[in-house]
């Protein structure tokens, strides 16, 4: 059984870099077929895809993100760790780990981590 757990501080201050740790349990993040994705839920909103890393160790961000965005893994441990600057108030959100099932015709989305809130306030 697959299991993503996300780890990281509730509260961080405006302007400051959020730092997040997925530690996955069950399977190998360097596995085939699996990407690992950060996904956030803002208050009151929908879903939103954040940039994913490869089995392989290659990024991919919403353009939304880029900028400010880091995505990088550590193999030895197992975990996938995101890295947002320059936090704002609007940054505020629940942040999941998932894990995405690549097919040739695309694939899905099938372990979600429980998710972990994060507040940005002075």
């Known amino acids: 059984q697959v299991q993503l757990q996300e780890s990281g501080p509730g509260l961080v201050k405006p302007s400051q870099t959020l730092s997040l740790t997925c530690t996955v349990s069950?399977?190998?993040?360097?596995?085939?077929?699996?990407?690992w994705s950060w996904i956030r839920q803002p208050p009151g909103k929908g879903l939103e895809w954040m940039g994913t890393?490869?089995?392989?160790?290659?990024?991919d961000y919403s353009p939304r993100f880029k900028s400010r965005t880091s995505i990088s893994r550590d193999t030895s441990k197992n975990q996938i760790t995101l890295q947002l600057n320059s936090v704002t108030p609007e940054d505020t959100a629940v942040y999941y780990c998932v894990r995405y099932v690549t097919i040739v015709a695309g694939g899905w989305y099938d372990y979600w981590g429980q998710g972990t809130q994060v507040t940005v306030s002075s």
């Open positions: 890393i490869t089995y392989s160790g290659s990024s």
């Open positions: 069950g399977g190998a993040i360097t596995t085939n077929d699996y990407y």
